[in-house]
Nanobody, 114 residues
């Protein structure tokens, strides 16, 4: 059984920073890919950033140069978010892929005020 628990969301002014963390338990050491998605009100869930077991990263265009994803051996996957914009407001979800199964955390709210 895999469990993902996010933390670090909150309210921040535009231009500010937040760091999201995702603590993983279970057979997570076999995760091929871990990452973050987000879902804004009335919109579909979208990919934000991913990182593979080999530490290859991928970012959606809108966050490139502002967000940085990282993972350690615990494992914990983090998302450092700088220069935040109001359009970054969303619920952010941690995700992990093991084999053909994708797991999700419960989500953490990020709100960026203008």
């Amino acid at each position: 059984q895999v469990q993902l628990v996010e933390s670090g969301g909150g309210l921040v002014q535009a231009g500010g920073s937040l760091r999201l963390s995702c603590a993983a338990s279970g057979s997570i050491f076999r995760a091929n890919v871990m990452g973050w998605y987000r879902q804004a009100p009335g919109k579909q869930r979208e990919l934000v950033a991913t990182i593979t077991s080999g530490n290859s990263t991928n970012y959606t265009d809108s966050v490139k140069g502002r967000f940085t994803i990282s993972r350690d051996n615990i494992p914990t996957v983090s998302l450092q978010m700088n220069s935040l914009k109001p359009e970054d407001t969303a619920v952010y979800y941690c995700t992990a892929v093991i084999g053909y199964t994708r797991y999700w955390g419960q989500g953490t709210q990020v709100t960026v005020s203008s």
